[in-house]
Nanobody
Framework: QVQLVESGGGLVQPGGSLRLSCAASGSIFGNSMSWYRQAPEKERELVAIISSGGTTTYAASVKGRFTISRDNVKNTVYLQMNSLKPEDTAVYYC??????WGQGTQVTVSS
């Protein structure tokens, strides 16, 4: 059973930055890794995905502000979030290969 543990969430002012981490209990090598988010009363949505080869894709709402990266040695995926907006407030989830989910980390953007 693969376990994913997200960290790095918190409260930040608009325009600020946060870096989320997702540590996997097993190897992420050969797997696509992604970040999703779910705001209150909204459906979970894809934020960013990084393929096993390093190709990245972003939701239009975060493109140019967020960066997904991976470290296959540390079995960790990151989401660097800059220029945060109140509408980025959500629980952020990590996903491995479209199958395994983490427990989520809360990101709140508010002044």
């Amino acid at each position: 059973q693969v376990q994913l543990v997200e960290s790095g969430g918190g409260l930040v002012q608009p325009g600020g930055s946060l870096r989320l981490s997702c540590a996997a209990s097993g190897s992420i090598f050969g797997n696509s890794m992604s970040w999703y988010r779910q705001a209150p009363e909204k459906e979970r949505e894809l934020v960013a995905i990084i393929s096993s080869g390093g190709t990245t894709t972003y939701a239009a709402s975060v493109k140019g502000r967020f960066t997904i990266s991976r470290d296959n040695v540390k079995n960790t995926v990151y989401l660097q979030m800059n220029s945060l907006k109140p509408e980025d407030t959500a629980v952020y989830y990590c996903n491995r290969g479209g199958r395994y989910w983490g427990q989520g980390t809360q990101v709140t953007v508010s002044s």
